[in-house]
């Protein structure tokens, strides 16, 4: 069994759909939430599903024993951010070589980076005029939405769009495709090493 671990700092709707989509799945399972927020509604979501939850502070982050100690005690192999707002720091990305995804709610390399995240990417994109926008899964860095893409899709933005509804259709592509891109990078690398 190959176990995953989410760090999500607010609504955790992607978590939701990760959970969802492993319930039950004979190779993976989703054995710890990460937070830096106490107050984030995926911390819910963990109680619903009964998945462990680790609330960590910027600091805790930085200074990484908590965090290593607990990845190691859940056996932890592969790391998903979905929404979460923290940098992550060096430590964390040596010890998970190309084991650690991100999305982001629009096409990288536009509309990335510090700052840009929830309704703000959506707004941007409406403001810059764009006729298309989407959904970008990549390997993560030590910069803000900055490594190597995996999947990108898109979708089509209407004369009437607001930065809401662009977000609702945003979010219906990153529930199905992103549980579907880490299944299949985990069989992958599973693959690989056997
Ligand atoms: C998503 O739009 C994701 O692309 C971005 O943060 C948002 C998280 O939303 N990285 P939710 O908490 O999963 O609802």
Redesign the pocket.
């Known amino acids: 069994m190959k176990h995953l671990a989410i760090f999500?700092?607010?609504?955790?709707?992607?978590?939701?759909a990760i959970i969802r989509f492993f319930q039950n799945h004979p190779k993976i399972s989703v054995a710890l939430i990460v937070t830096n927020n106490p107050d984030a509604?995926?911390i819910q979501i963990a109680r619903q599903y009964h998945i462990p939850y680790l609330v960590i502070s910027k600091k805790q982050l930085s200074e990484g024993t908590v965090l290593l100690k607990t990845l190691q005690e859940k056996h932890i192999d592969f790391i998903v951010?979905?929404?979460?707002i923290l940098l992550l720091p060096p430590y964390l990305i040596d010890r998970y070589p190309g084991r650690i995804v991100?999305?982001?709610?629009a096409l990288l390399p536009k509309f990335g980076g510090k700052g840009m995240?929830?309704i703000k990417?959506h707004e941007a994109v409406l403001k810059a005029g764009e006729r298309q926008t989407g959904?970008t899964i990549h390997y993560v860095d030590e910069q803000y939405d900055h490594g190597a893409i995996i999947l990108q899709k898109t979708c089509a933005i209407q004369e009437d769009e607001t930065p809401g509804s662009l977000?609702k259709k945003?979010?219906q592509l990153?529930h199905y495709h992103y549980p579907r891109v880490i299944e299949s990078l985990i069989l992958k690398e599973e693959t690989l090493h056997s």
């Open positions: 999500a700092s607010g609504r955790g709707s992607n978590a939701e509604g995926v951010l979905a929404g979460f991100n999305i982001h709610p995240y929830g990417v959904i977000m945003v979010q990153e």
